[in-house]
Nanobody, 114 residues
Framework: QVQFVESGGGLVQPGGSLRLSCAASGTIFRLYTMVWYRQAPGKQREFVGGTSATAIANYADSVKGRFTISRDNAKNTVYLQMNSLKPEDTVVYYC????????WGQGTQVTVSS
């Protein structure tokens, strides 16, 4: 059973930065494309960005140029560096594989507010 533990969220002012982490267990991490998603209350979960098994990254247009995904296969961890944060980035962030596993982690809340 695959498990994901997201961390690193918090409260930050507009224009600020945060670095999220997602530790995965129960799978051969290095073989999977890892994806960050986010979800606002009452809305569908949306794609933020992903990193392939060969560390090729792609991003949603809404975060391109501001967010950077990286991975450390030795630590079974994927990161999301978020810069120039905007109030509309205020949501819960999750990670999963692509295609996603059945079970999701608890996510980590990011709040961008002055």
């Amino acid at each position: 059973q695959v498990q994901f533990v997201e961390s690193g969220g918090g409260l930050v002012q507009p224009g600020g930065s945060l670095r999220l982490s997602c530790a995965a267990s129960g799978t051969i991490f290095r073989l999977y494309t890892m994806v960050w998603y986010r979800q606002a209350p009452g809305k569908q979960r949306e794609f933020v960005g992903g990193t392939s098994a060969t560390a090729i990254a792609n991003y949603a247009d809404s975060v391109k140029g501001r967010f950077t995904i990286s991975r450390d296969n030795a630590k079974n961890t994927v990161y999301l560096q978020m810069n120039s944060l905007k109030p509309e980035d205020t949501v819960v962030y999750y990670c999963n594989t692509s295609p996603p596993q059945t079970d999701w982690g608890q996510g980590t809340q990011v709040t961008v507010s002055s």
